[in-house]
């Protein structure tokens, strides 16, 4: 990876989120398509590592599995 970062297709991502399943509810549920790396989970936060992004980040999630 040389760091470079890309320019997002929002036509494509809306799209995609407007007709497809939520995927922090997949993810939630224990769906192998939609796994994520856990960094911490605790009875009301789940952090995980974003696979989507070029660069690393970290999305939480309120509520718990």
Known sequence: MTGERLPMDLKAYEARARSGVCFAC???????EFHH???????????????????RA????????
């Open 26 to 32: 997949a993810f939630v549920s224990g769906d192998p």
């Open 37 to 55: 790396e856990t960094v911490h989970e605790d009875d009301e936060h789940i952090a995980f590592l974003d696979r989507a992004r070029l660069r």
């Open 58 to 65: 970290c999305a939480v999630r309120f509520g718990g599995r």
